[in-house]
Structure formats: C-alpha cells, structure tokens
C-alpha cells in the first residue's frame, strides 16, 4: 500500500466554501512509506530521515523517536541527505532544507524527479525523462547534464557512486546493463554487459571495486568492477530484489529485501542464506540498511513500518529490537479513549486494533493478539493469516480499566465479541458468544458503570454481557430476537436505566437495562446504521438510510431534528461535548457542523477523499478523522477553542460540491496552519526552525473568512455592569488562605531557630510585599540646617496602610485602599488589620467597615472583600460590640450582605428552574 496526500492549492472568493469552525492541524499514525529511507551518521547518533506524503520525518535510531517532521509542498518521490541538509524531490523540482527551512530550490528537470545521490559537493538527479542532472548544492547551479542516456540504451532505474571511484557514477538500466560515467568530463568510462533483466538495486560492498547488484527477476549479484568479473550470484525466492546492503562490522553479509516483505541474509563465504527475516514487513521492503559498523538493520515498507533488528544470536538470526508502525490498511473507525483526549483507539482493514497517542508518538502501538508470530512459524502460515478478522465495531471505557478488561470489539463474519485490555495493551480472556447461532456480531457498546457489554447480532439478537467474567447475563426481547433484522447501533445511558438500539428493520427501541423490558419503539421509516448517544443530555443521534440525520429526545421518545442535506450516506457522526454542535460525515467527501437548538447547518468543507470515521475529543479542541485511501488518522482544530469565530447559518445553496475550490487538503504530518497564513506563502521565523517559506496547498482560506473571524482587540472593562456582582481575578490562595493563616504559620514554623553565619552576607534590605522593593537611607545633607524643635508629627507609629485608609476615609474614595490590599501578602494584610487603632473612639475601625461597605455597593472584588471582612471581624469583633456608635455600619453592612445572598440564591434558582424544564419538558 502506497500513502500519499493529494494537495489542492486553490483560491476562492465564496466564503461558504471553507470551514470557519475546524482548519487542518496534523497528521498522526504516517510513519513510512514506498519510498527508501535515507540513513545519515551524525557523530555517535544515526538518523533515518522517511517521506510520508508530502512530509518528511527524521528519527532517531537510537530509540527510534521522532526528532523532527518536515513540510513540502507536494508529495515526495525522492529523498537524500547530506550534512545540515535534506533534499526532496516533489515533481520536476528539488528542494533542499536545513531544520524544516527551505534553504535552496534546484530547477531544471521536465519530468518528476525520482532518484537522488549526494554526490560530495554536488546533487545527482534522475527524472521520468531519463535525463541525469547534476547540480551544485551550495549555489543551486547546474553543474552538467547527461541527456543522451536513451542513446546509450540506458534507462536509469538505480543509482550510486563506487567508493574510490573519483568523480564517477554507477548507473543501473531498465535493459539490464550498468555504466560507469566520469560526470566531470561527461564521458562514458565502460560499459557493463549486464544479465538479462532490470536492476532494481545497488549496493557498495566492503571490499573496493565490488559491488551488489539487485535484479528484477530476483537475482542478486555481486560483480567486480574494475575487471568486469562476477564474483557469485544468488537467487531469491521471493520475487524481485528491492534494496541491498552489506554488513560493515566484518561479518560477510548480505541482506536483501523484496517485494513479499521478507528480508533474506545472505553468507558470503558459504555462499548461501544465514537467515531469513520472514514477513518483517506485511507488503514490500522499500529499505534494509545496516547502520555502519554496528549488527543492527533498520528496515522500512510500503506497510507504514520502520523496524530495527538485532543480529546479535551465535546462529546468525535477527530479532525485532525495536519499531515504529501505523496502520498497513486504512482504518475504518476512530474514537478517544478518556477523558484526557491524549489516546485515540482506531481499528482498520489490516485486522488491526491500535492505540494512538497524539502527543507522544513513541507511545502509539498495535494491541497485541497473542502469539501469532510463534504460531506462524510452526503453522508455515503469515501473521495476517492467524490475526482476527478486521473489527466492525468496537466501543470502550475507563471506568474499570484497573480491574479488568475495558474494550470490546466485534469483527467481520464472527459470532461473538472480544475483550481487550489496554493497560495490558493485549486481547482479553473472553469471547462473548451466544449460545443459539444469532449470526455475526454488528455493533457493541459498554455500560458507563464498566461492568457490563452489549451486542448485537445480525439476525437481531440483543445480548448483554458481564465483562470481568464473560458471563452472558440478558438477553433483550426474549424469547423472540429484539428486532426483526440486523442490529446497527447500541448505546446505553449513564445511569445504567435505558438502552437503546437501532436496526436495519428502521426501528429505534428503548430497553429496560436491567430487566431486558421493551419500554417503547420508534419507527423511523428508514433502515438504521449507527447511532450515537450524548450520555449528559440524552440525545440520540441516528444516521439512517435517507441519507438524514434523525435526533432523538430520549426522556420524551421522540424525534426533535432532522437534519437533511448529504448526497451520500452519512458514515458517522460526534457530538460536542455540551452537544449544541453536532458534526457528520459522508461518503459525498463533506464533513457538516450542525447547530442542534436551531436544526441549522453552521460550518461545512469538503476533503478529497470521504471520511469514514469521525470523533470530537473530549474537551472540544480537536476533530479526528479517518478516510477512503489513508493510512493516518488526521486531527482539526476547532478554531472556536483558541479565537474568537463569527459563523453564521448556512443555506443548502451554500453548499456547492461542483466548484473545484471547495475541497480541503488533509492536514500533513507535523503542519501547524493557521487562518491568518491564507493558503500562500508560510512567514519564516526568525530562527527559521518550525515554519517553510513555500506555497502549500492548505485548502481554502479568504479575505472574506478572515473579514468573518473577529480579530477585535477590545478590552473588557473591571466591571461590566453595576449590577453585576465581580470577582477579582486574584488566585484563590490571596484570599481563601486568609482564615486558616494561623495554620499555615504554624505548620510552616521552623523546629530551630535560625542560626547566623559566621561571616554574614551584605543584604540590601528589602520593603514587605509582594513586590520587591530595596530600602535605601536618603543620604544626609550636611549643609543643611536642621531644627532643634521636636516635630512629634514625625514620631507618629502609622503604616502606609493606616495613612491610605484614613485619607481614602477623608476622600470616600476607597480605590487607592482596594489597589494597595491587591498587592499586599496574607501576612502583610493580618498584620495592618491586627494593626488598625482602637484609639480615638476606634476611628480606623470605623473607616474600615466603610471601606468594605463602600466597595460591595458596588459589587467589584467581592470574594476578597469577604475575606477581609471575615478576618477583621475575627480579630475585632469583640471590641466591635463594645462600640455603640459602630452599630449603623454594622447594621448596613448586614442589610447590603443579605440583600446580595438574597439575588443570588435567586438568580440560582431561576437559572435551575429554567433548567429542568428545557430537559423534562416536551419541546
């Protein structure tokens, strides 16, 4: 299988043809592809460099962790690496990168370029027209050209530069030949007879002057070049030879890879095969490079594979040592595993189910089906072979993943359902099966609590299952079938009440979980395929075959949206987390966003190949996808999450499939696009190290879009509103830590007393506060005249505080005060309120009520001002009650605090009323 992205680059001018809720973030789960890898040695380190689409991924052997991914603007054919740059080859141009930076273009071939060689300081090239280019890669100038290869009846279907061999080329012809060229003087140097067949490979061994020849027919040759002499030859089995490579730590091997997926060794001083590495890959072998001077190889297929192995056994075998894969055939369904939104479980054609971290791709791994690799070397059979029909439907929970198993997957053509166990990331112990033949299973679900799984079978059996033993517990509908055809969609609520599922015989019917009772039916008029149930609210979503989304109230049994416009069957469907979105695919390529209050498309676009499996993350930022031809599971960003979006409903005449511009490209790996890069040319940054400055094919993005999403730079004010009750945006530990900072102090209280250094430090000694601040002595000015006279107005013990409160008093302007308590640590603050005069009939007292009276009256700071106001009555309560002329404050204090308790209680319970209503009443 072949992976590659299909890139649009269009313009538009019509709004409605783009998306303004989800644009392309990345893609996830591409780790290889056809084409060759290319190894490069970077001191102790060695990096494989991949192309997958139009990205190209750099790994690290060492632990095969991916280091970079690169974006080009096209799918790559050809890819090399030398030094600081890697070079890819999209179309009829080349294009060298330095970190993900294009650093240099190479123009010159009319047909698409698909091979490349580092040719020391300068860049070998050969394009569909079998013209050979070499150019210089720190200027990009052509350096010579050899167009007259068809001349010389050589089609040029591999490459290399024999070591010692200066300025010399080797080239393999589609006739079966080799030349060797001189590419400073342009001069054909000898000719190679050849034998009989195309070359397909080639491969410098150890030993100067030889070289590996790889044949088309399967032969692989090993030919002296400087007395045209075949050495030995041998023959594999398995088809023709795709890629070759010598040991390099002094053992003579040779290994060899072909189009089945096996890798052969090849012993080069007995002369026969020393191992084979049976399907080491599920398709064909695109690379098998031994890393120099170490016995590992690293391997790579058309099969979304990198694998490493060891050959470190006395008897020559090789053992998988570590690996890198993603999907061989498309996955057909996707959901997230979690609350977390990090883990995505998807199950493919490749018989496959696999767990998907989309933030650490080291993590990302197939679930194990036991011991097929054992028992495919006793059975002589493959591993495709012993492995579980591909999966129909699966469905998981976290609830009980500590205990016991937590998924449950039905496949193709099988009668009961399987177990899973992630933390395990292996099947389970169970086949859930039912006794009577109730034909294949079609759909499951898992109960919320975790405990119990539901199947359904073609001819309509409806069976609920206890996960930790196996056990089968009801069976719904009995003794007749729960419905009279095949069982689509299973969901169950979130209390373990209700279940729900729907048929091919058009019907929706809601069970008695517990009991197996049919509660009620809802006929539909059109057969069902899937459904998918928003545990919170307790809608239902049916996707049917009409083509029309069917929403479904489950507390009142009835269908309250239909929502019509596909041209193709709708192929799943997901729910935003408070379930006022609704987005569905369909096999006529669109992905729509429903406003679900409203029934009223929101958002649409269009990708080049239909989507078959959607779902929303659990915190609403991302939207995955799966689709028709890709092995990757693509992420977008739901652009609601991170600005600020103004959408509109859209008509059906907005949606408009036959305009050309209306598609949008998959997101690549490791691509980061935002609206405001419009689809032409990316910005570099400054380092140059995460952004390209090439034009990509991003899909549709518009003046006019961008006219839509409100780029505003508004600025709330601190209140909003007088009547509005505001908190301060101060952290809860500024104020909740006020009433337990006796605790806090006494926990925090040292078992010994600070010892002095001898030889203390000089300190500039610093104000209290949360901001530092240096106290420094004004110098004394000797020359000035100083009085004799007591100025005892300077003797006066009052803080900055105590001075800011009674002239904030005097004003009846408390904001200064307020600004200042904003600024002051807990222990600051305890001390200035223990600290507040109880002289003068208790002045500061007074004025403080008045503070926090004057600042609730206008609503602003009012979790702080309650923690002042609890911490000054615990301290000065009790003098407070002692002074009769503090009564009216504390009286008014009191009527202001009941009357704010009073309208919230209120406005809580109106907004809960208003609540139950919308989700009991039948609306």
Not at 184 to 192: D, E, K, M, P, S
Not at 550 to 573: K, Y
Not at 871 to 895: E, I, N, Q
Request: aromatic share 8%; net charge neutral; hydrophobic share 40%.
């Amino acid at each position: 299988h072949t992976h590659t992205h299909n890139i649009h680059p269009h313009t538009s001018t019509h709004i409605t043809t783009m998306s303004l809720l989800f644009q392309p973030y990345r893609a996830a789960g591409l780790v290889a592809s056809h084409v060759p890898l290319a190894i490069q040695t970077r001191g102790a380190d060695h990096f494989a460099t991949s192309a997958v689409g139009s990205a190209f991924h750099v790994y690290n052997t060492k632990k095969l962790n991916l280091v970079f991914v690169g974006r080009a603007e096209a799918a790559i054919a050809a890819l090399a690496v030398a030094g600081d740059l890697t070079f890819t080859a999209t179309g009829s141009a080349i294009v060298a990168w330095k970190r993900g930076k294009e650093v240099r273009r190479y123009l010159g071939h009319e047909g698409d370029v698909h091979l490349l060689l580092p040719f020391g300081q300068h860049l070998v090239s050969v394009c569909s027209k079998n013209i050979l280019l070499v150019f210089d890669i720190l200027t990009g100038e052509r350096f010579t050209a050899l167009e007259d290869l068809d001349t010389h009846k050589c089609t040029v279907t591999a490459l290399m530069h024999p070591s010692t061999y200066l300025n010399k080329v080797l080239l393999g012809s589609h006739q079966g030949g080799m030349q060797l060229w001189n590419l400073r003087t342009n001069a054909l140097v000898f000719q190679f007879k050849g034998w009989g067949s195309p070359i397909t490979a080639l491969a410098q061994s150890p030993a100067v002057d030889v070289v590996a020849v790889g044949l088309q027919s399967g032969r692989i040759v090993l030919h002296n070049l400087k007395f045209d002499e075949s050495l030995m030859s041998f023959h594999q089995d398995s088809g023709p030879v795709t890629c070759l490579s010598f040991r390099t730590d002094g053992q003579p091997i040779l290994a060899s890879g072909g189009t089945s997926g096996d890798v052969v060794l090849w012993n080069l001083e007995k002369k026969k095969i020393e191992s084979v590495l049976t399907d080491s890959h599920s398709s064909s072998v695109s690379t098998a490079t031994f890393l120099p001077t170490q016995p590992l190889l690293v391997t790579s297929g058309s099969d979304n594979a990198i694998k490493m192995w060891a050959f470190d056994a006395t008897d020559g075998t090789g053992r998988l040592l570590r690996q890198r894969s993603g999907h061989v055939a498309p996955p057909t369904k996707v959901r997230y595993y979690g609350a977390d939104g990090r883990i995505l479980l998807t199950a493919g054609q490749d018989r496959s189910l696999r767990m998907l971290n989309v933030f650490s791709d080291e993590q990302c791994c197939e679930l194990s089906q036991g011991s097929v690799t054992k028992k495919s070397k006793k059975l002589g059979l493959s591993v495709e072979q012993l492995k579980l029909p591909p999966v129909v439907d699966f469905a998981s929970d976290t609830t009980r993943e500590r205990d016991w198993d937590n998924i449950v997957t039905c496949h193709a053509d099988t009668p009961g359902a399987r177990t899973w166990n992630l933390q395990n990331k292996a099947i389970g112990k169970h086949v859930l099966q039912a006794e009577e033949d109730c034909g294949p299973a079609q759909a499951v679900t898992m109960s919320a609590c975790g405990n119990f799984a539901i199947v359904g079978f073609q001819k309509g059996q409806l069976m609920k299952f206890n996960v930790q033993s196996g056990l089968h517990r009801v069976t719904y509908g009995s003794p007749k079938a729960a419905h009279d055809s095949a069982v689509r969609g299973i969901a169950s609520d979130a209390l373990n009440q209700m279940l729900i599922s729907g048929s091919m015989d058009s019907t929706i019917k809601i069970w008695n979980f517990n009991k197996g009772q049919l509660r009620f039916t809802i006929r539909l008029g059109s057969p069902v395929y899937a459904v998918e149930l928003h545990r919170e609210s307790n809608l239902l979503a049916v996707t049917c075959g009409d083509y029309v989304v069917r929403i479904i109230d489950i507390d009142t049994q009835r269908v309250v949206r239909l929502l019509s416009g596909h041209e193709g069957r709708v192929t799943d469907v997901a729910w935003s987390r408070d379930a006022r979105w609704l987005v569905t695919a369909s096999m006529d390529t669109t992905i729509r966003t429903w406003d679900v209050p409203t029934g009223r498309l929101l958002s649409w676009f269009a990708t080049p190949e239909a989507a078959t499996s959607i779902c929303m993350s659990p915190a609403g930022d991302f939207l995955a996808t799966t689709h028709v031809d890709s092995l990757g599971v693509f992420l977008w960003a739901n652009r609601s999450m991170f600005s600020e979006v103004s959408i509109r409903p859209l008509k059906d005449s907005d949606v408009d499939l036959s305009r050309a511009d209306s598609v949008v490209a998959l997101p690549g790996s490791g691509s980061h696009i935002t609206a405001e890069e419009a689809a032409e040319y990316i910005p570099q940054d400054e380092n140059g190290d995460e952004h390209t400055t090439h034009k990509r094919g991003t899909g549709i993005v518009e003046e006019e879009a961008r006219d839509e999403v409100s780029e505003s730079t508004f600025a709330s004010p601190e209140q909003l509103a007088t009547q509005l009750i505001t908190l301060s945006s101060l952290p809860q530990s500024r104020w909740m830590n006020l009433a337990n900072l006796d605790t806090i102090k006494l926990r925090n209280k040292p078992t010994e007393a600070p010892v002095a250094p001898k030889a203390a430090p000089f300190f500039i000694p610093t104000a209290t506060g949360l901001t530092p601040k240096f106290i420094v002595d004004k110098e004394d000015d000797s020359n000035a005249k100083r009085s004799r006279v007591t100025n005892f107005s300077s003797l006066t013990v009052a803080s900055d505080f105590q001075q800011s409160l009674c002239t904030c008093a005097a004003k009846n302007d408390f904001t200064e005060l307020a600004a200042m308590m904003k600024t002051m640590s807990l222990s600051a603050i305890d001390l200035e309120l223990r600290s507040l005069s109880v002289l003068e009939d208790g002045a500061q007292l007074k004025y403080f009520l008045q503070f926090i009276l004057s600042s609730l009256e206008q609503r602003r700071d009012v979790e702080l001002l309650q923690s002042y106001l609890g911490h000054f009555l615990r301290v000065h309560g009790d003098t407070l009650m002692r002074m009769s002329d503090a009564a009216p404050s504390l009286t008014a204090l009191m009527k202001t605090e009941e009357t704010m308790t009073e309208r919230l209680d209120n406005l809580f319970q109106h907004t809960m009323c208003l609540l139950s209503f919308f989700k009991h009443s039948a609306l």
